[in-house]
C-alpha cells in the first residue's frame, strides 16, 4: 500500500470524526464550527488567489482575503450571537455579499490610478469571494436549525463517502472506463458511480437513524443524496478545470494525501448549496431561516 492511500485513508479515518466531533460541540450555536469555517474560507481563498494570479492580474492580497472572510464572519456573529438581520426579506449574509464585493469594486475605483486590468481585478476578486466566501455560508446557516448536528453530520458524510467510494470504486473498477469527462481524465465511470452509491448510503443511514431530522419517503432520500453526490463530484470537477486552466497540480500540500485546503472543501463548498435548499424544502418544520 503506497504511501498516498495511507495518507488517505487516515485522513477519512481520523479526520471525519474529528470534524464531526466539533459539529457535536454546540455550546453558542457552534462556535467552534464557525471558526473552523472561517478558518477553512480563508485558507481556501488564500490557496485560490495564488492559483489565479498565475495567469490572471489581481487586486491586493490582503484585500481580496480580507473581503472573502466578511460572508462567514458575519455568519458567525450572527449565529452565535443569535441575531436575525434581515431587511424587507433580504437576508444579512446575503447584503454581506454584496458589501464585500462593492468594497472590491469601490478599491478599483478609487485607489487605482490605471484600468487596464480592471476587469480582470474585479473578476477575480467577486469569484473567490462568491466561491470560497460566499457558498461555504450555507454551512454556517444550518447551524441555527433544530436538528443542526444531524444535519451538517450527515451532509459532511454525504460529501466525504461520496469522494472516498468514487476514488475507492474508481481504483478497484475503473482502469477501463476512464477519461469521459475532459477536465479530469482519470476519472471514471466506475468512480462516479462509487460516488453517487456512498452519498446515498450516508443519507439512508441519515433517514434510518434519525427519523425526526429526515422525515420523509425512501424515494426522496435516494434522490436527495443521488443530487448531493452530483454536485459534490461537480465541485470536484469544477476545481479541477481551475487548476488546469492555470496548469497545476493541487492547490495546496497542507493535507496529507489530498492537497490543499481547496482540494479538500471543493465538493463541500458546490454541494451545501444544494444541501441547504434541500432541506428547506424537504423538511422545513425542522428549520429556523436566518
Not at 263 to 283: E, T
Request: with cysteine; proline share 4%.
Amino acid at each position: 500500500m503506497n504511501n498516498k492511500i495511507v495518507q488517505r485513508l487516515l485522513v477519512f479515518f481520523i479526520g471525519l470524526p474529528v470534524i464531526i466531533g466539533v459539529v457535536y460541540f454546540k455550546q453558542l450555536n457552534h462556535i467552534a464550527l464557525h471558526i473552523l469555517i472561517v478558518f477553512m474560507s480563508l485558507m481556501g481563498a488564500n490557496e485560490l488567489y495564488t492559483l489565479l494570479s498565475r495567469k490572471y492580474k489581481m487586486q491586493p492580497k490582503p484585500l481580496v482575503l480580507a473581503m472573502n472572510i466578511v460572508p462567514p464572519l458575519f455568519a458567525a456573529v450572527c449565529a452565535v450571537f443569535n441575531i436575525q438581520f434581515t431587511f424587507n426579506d433580504f437576508n444579512g449574509i446575503d447584503f454581506s455579499l454584496l458589501a464585500a464585493v462593492m468594497v472590491c469594486m469601490a478599491y478599483e475605483v478609487l485607489a487605482m490610478k490605471t484600468f487596464e486590468n480592471a476587469l480582470s481585478h474585479i473578476l477575480t476578486s467577486i469569484f473567490i469571494i462568491l466561491y470560497t466566501g460566499f457558498f461555504i455560508t450555507f454551512l454556517s446557516r444550518m447551524t441555527v436549525c433544530d436538528y443542526s448536528r444531524e444535519y451538517i453530520s450527515i451532509f459532511l458524510l454525504m460529501v466525504f463517502l461520496c469522494d472516498s467510494a468514487a476514488w475507492f470504486f474508481g481504483n478497484l473498477f475503473g482502469k477501463n472506463n476512464k477519461g469521459f469527462i475532459k477536465a479530469s481524465p482519470n476519472k471514471s465511470i466506475a468512480g462516479f458511480c462509487g460516488g453517487i452509491l456512498g452519498s446515498v448510503v450516508s443519507g439512508l443511514l441519515g433517514w434510518q437513524f434519525l427519523p425526526g431530522a429526515f422525515p420523509t419517503t425512501l424515494p426522496k432520500i435516494i434522490f436527495f443524496g443521488i443530487a448531493i453526490s452530483i454536485f459534490s463530484i461537480l465541485g470536484d470537477l469544477f476545481e479541477s478545470v481551475i487548476k488546469r486552466s492555470v496548469e497545476i497540480k493541487d492547490s495546496g500540500t497542507l493535507i496529507p494525501g489530498r492537497g490543499g485546503v481547496l482540494d479538500s472543501i471543493d465538493s463541500v463548498v458546490f454541494a451545501v448549496p444544494v444541501f441547504y435548499l434541500g432541506i428547506n424544502f424537504l423538511f422545513a418544520s425542522n428549520f429556523v431561516n436566518q
